[in-house]
């Protein structure tokens, strides 16, 4: 069996104001193409279809023209929700799309669907996993996981529901934060590490088609994966090569995964200098002006009206941010995490200690760790 496997795709996304919509369609064409040249056997959508739990209407026209025209390649389709998602519209008709071949897990009520598909080698046992926290697993087993309180018990109780047949290759599809794995500003992190999960939660599966964090990797073995995000949402991410994973189970114990890379319809990078060298044309003739820049100005003077006039050359700038004497002294002098950066525990124990000049006592942090805990589980998204 050799799948697509994708993740991530935040169809609808704005960076720093600007719509993605063009650009995701312009990459998801590529996807199909690809589809066709490899002749897959299926793709697998890892969670995070769209950016929001209410998505525009040009965003679900995109996917519902994206789904139509793999279906007309007679394709199945395995995708599950993601925390971006809302479980009532991405299951919208799924009985229906489960005729044309379209699978859809979106929210968890107890039981991981299955379904199985035979190739030349036998069968292979595909499981959807939609992302699951605390209260999810709680709010359907009641007092039998009343211990369960962080990412890492809920996907750990939900996976000794599974019997696996250990003589099939099985895969599963899901959507969450595997502990070690490398994330990036687009991403959200938690308090206390609440929404880790071990890659050991994983044994027994074959390959483990990953979606939640947006840099292609794999965590604690090669066949626990996250397909990472086809385009660049943060400008941390400009390094980034994306690509499109292809997977192919052959017999038992044997995967063959595969990158190709993604060309996308206007790159996402970092400019950095002086005002005279960036808009001087010898610097910028030979490079793509229409890529989406962050320009970081290194004069010790601020431009009037820089952002106007950097615009006339670098039409898709995003942000343009300072880099001089007066920025530097003005940063933090401690520590390399900005506040975005940094999980509202370790925010709450630096207000802490710059109002009390202290530390927190241990049963401060315990009290204090349950509460935003609490807190966290009542969100209906991450």
């Known amino acids: 069996m050799r799948f697509i496997h ?23 064409e590529q996807v199909l193409a690809l589809a066709q040249e490899r002749r897959v056997d299926g793709v697998v959508i890892a969670g995070d279809i769209y ?8 965003a679900v026209s995109l996917f519902d023209s994206f789904l139509t025209r793999i279906a007309g390649q007679r394709l199945p389709v395995y995708m599950i929700g993601g925390n971006h998602d809302s479980a009532e519209r ?3 008709g799924a009985r229906l799309l489960e005729k044309s071949g379209v699978y859809v897990a979106s929210e968890y009520d107890g039981e991981v669907k299955r379904v199985s598909v035979e190739d030349g080698y036998g069968t292979v046992d595909i499981y959807l996993l939609p992302f699951v926290k605390p209260a999810y697993v709680r ?5 039998d996981a009343a211990e369960v309180r962080t990412c890492q018990d809920a996907v750990a109780y939900v996976m000794s529901k599974i019997q696996l047949d250990g003589s099939r290759r099985n895969l599963l599809i899901a959507h969450q934060f595997v502990t070690g794995a490398a994330v990036c500003d687009s991403e959200e992190r938690l308090a206390g590490g609440l929404d880790q999960v071990d890659a050991a939660c994983f044994e027994g599966f074959d390959y483990v088609a990953l979606g939640h964090l947006h840099g292609p ?13 086809l385009l660049k949402y943060s400008f941390s991410e400009a390094k980034h090569q994306k690509s499109v994973t292809i997977v192919e189970l052959r017999e038992k114990g044997e995967v063959r995964i595969e990158t190709y890379p993604v060309r996308p319809l206007h790159d996402l990078r970092k400019i950095r200098g002086s005002y005279e060298e960036i808009t001087r044309k010898s610097n910028y003739d030979q490079t793509d002006t229409d890529d989406y820049v962050q320009i970081t100005l290194t004069d010790e003077e ?3 009206d820089a952002v106007g006039k950097l615009r006339v050359i670098y039409r898709n700038l995003m942000r343009l941010e300072y880099d001089n004497t007066r920025t530097r002294q003005n940063r933090q002098p401690e520590g ?25 006592r241990a049963e401060q942090r ?16 991450i």
């Open 6 to 28: 994708l993740a991530d795709l935040h169809i609808g996304k704005k960076v720093n104001e600007f719509s993605m919509l063009e650009d995701q369609k312009y990459v998801l």
């Open 51 to 58: 950016d929001k739990p209410v998505p525009s209407v040009e």
């Open 90 to 92: 991405i299951s919208f």
């Open 139 to 143: 709010a359907v087993w009641g007092e």
């Open 217 to 229: 990797q794999w965590v604690g073995r090669e066949t626990v994966r996250y397909a990472g995000t």
């Open 302 to 304: 601020d431009i009037f």
């Open 336 to 360: 390399d995490e900005t506040e975005e950066e940094q999980t509202p525990m370790e925010l709450a124990e630096e207000l802490f200690f710059l109002q009390n000049n202290r530390a927190m």
């Open 366 to 381: 315990q009290y204090l760790e349950a509460l935003i805990a609490d807190i966290w589980e009542g969100q209906d998204t």
